[in-house]
T-cell receptor
C-alpha cells in the first residue's frame, strides 16, 4: 500500500521555538508538497519540490522553509513558530509533470498548536 | 483573483442521492479534481475531469462544464461511510492547484 508518512500527528510548541515537520513517501514520486489546512479555507500551498535539492515557493511561504536532501523526504521548517502558524499541515506527493493529471497522495497530517 | 466556491455543508439521507456543486473562476483551466477527506484523515483522490461531460466511477460520478466554470460530484446510494468533506480543486494555467474550502457532507440514517 503506497504511503506518505508524516512523522508527528500532533505537536504543541511555544512561540519562538523551531519546529520540524517530516514527510516521507515510498512511491518514488518526483513531486512533493506542503500545504496547510485551516477551517473555512481551501488548502494553501506553502512550498513544493519537483526534484531533490530543488524547492519552489507556494502561495504562503513566509515564515517557513523546506529541505529536500533525498527524493523520498521533504521537511518543513518553522524557524520561529508563531501563534498564527497553528494549523493542520498536510504533506503530499505525486509523479509526472505538473501538466498531467498527476494525482496527489496525502499524508494523514500534522496538527500543530503554537502557544 | 482566483476562486473556487462550494457549499459549506450539506445533509442527506442514507440510500439517497446527493449532488455537491463546485463553481470556479481561475486564470486558465487544466483539469478539475475531487478529493474525499474523512475527519482527521488524509484527503484521497476521487475523480479528475479535463473535458466536458460526465465521468462515472461506481456510486460516484463527476460532471464538468468548462464554459460555465462548473462541476458537480454526484453520490448515489449514500452510505454512512460517505460522511466526509469533499474538496474541489482546479489546476490553473500555471498548473497550480486552486482549492475550494470543501463541503462537509452529513449522512443521516
Amino acid at each position: 500500500d503506497v504511503k506518505v508518512t508524516q512523522s508527528s500527528r500532533y505537536l504543541v510548541k511555544r512561540t519562538g521555538e523551531k519546529v520540524f515537520l517530516e514527510c516521507v513517501q515510498d512511491m518514488d514520486h518526483e513531486n512533493m508538497f506542503w500545504y496547510r489546512q485551516d477551517p473555512g479555507l481551501g488548502l494553501r500551498l506553502i512550498y513544493f519540490s519537483y526534484d531533490v535539492k530543488m524547492k519552489e515557493k507556494g502561495d504562503i511561504p513566509e515564515g517557513y522553509s523546506v529541505s529536500r536532501e533525498k527524493k523520498e523526504r521533504f521537511s518543513l521548517i518553522l524557524e520561529s513558530a508563531s501563534t498564527n502558524q497553528t494549523s493542520m499541515y498536510l504533506c503530499a506527493s505525486s509523479s509526472g509533470h505538473s501538466s498531467g493529471a498527476n494525482v496527489l497522495t496525502f499524508g494523514a497530517g500534522s496538527r500543530l498548536t503554537v502557544l | 483573483g482566483q476562486n473556487i466556491d462550494q457549499p459549506t455543508e450539506m445533509t442527506a439521507t442514507e440510500g439517497a442521492i446527493v449532488q455537491i456543486n463546485c463553481t470556479y473562476q481561475t486564470s486558465g483551466f487544466n483539469g478539475l479534481f475531487w478529493y474525499q477527506q474523512h475527519a482527521g484523515e488524509a484527503p484521497t483522490f476521487l475523480s479528475y475531469n479535463v473535458l466536458d461531460g460526465l465521468e462515472e466511477k461506481g456510486r460516484f460520478s463527476s460532471f464538468l462544464s468548462r464554459s460555465k466554470g462548473y462541476s458537480y460530484l454526484l453520490l448515489k446510494e449514500l452510505q454512512m461511510k460517505d460522511s466526509a468533506s469533499y474538496l474541489c480543486a482546479v489546476k490553473d494555467s500555471n498548473y497550480q492547484l486552486i482549492w475550494g474550502a470543501g463541503t462537509k457532507l452529513i449522512i443521516k440514517p
